[in-house]
Nanobody
């Protein structure tokens, strides 16, 4: 079992930056692939980025490539999402997730943190 708590969301102007953090508890954190998803109002939850637990391999949805960076610190049991050059369409609730499948690491979820980008 992994418990996840997100932080770092807030209100930012377009072009600005935010860094989200996800603190995990549980012994097996380092063996889970970690990911960020987001859900905008009236839309389905969508994948944003993932980082593997062994090699640190990363993957991103096309909409955030070159702007967002996912990383993890296994010693601190924390995963980060650095978001740069934010756009109004990035506005959403961002969820941290953990799972055993790199293709879809969604076995465990956090409560989410709101990110609002004003134009």
């Amino acid at each position: 079992q992994v418990q996840l708590v997100e932080s770092g969301g807030g209100l930012v102007q377009a072009g600005g930056s935010l860094r989200l953090s996800c603190a995990a508890s549980g012994r097996a954190f380092s063996t889970y692939h970690m990911a960020w998803f987001r859900q905008a109002p009236g839309k389905e939850r969508e994948f944003v980025a993932a980082v593997g637990w062994i090699s640190g391999t990363t993957r991103y949805t096309d909409a955030v490539k070159g702007r967002f960076t996912i990383s993890r610190d296994n010693a601190k049991k924390t995963v980060y999402l650095q978001m740069n050059t934010l756009k109004p369409e990035d506005t959403a609730v961002y969820y941290c997730a953990a799972g055993s499948r790199f293709s879809k690491p969604d076995d465990f979820w956090g409560q989410g943190t709101q990110v609002t980008v004003s134009s």
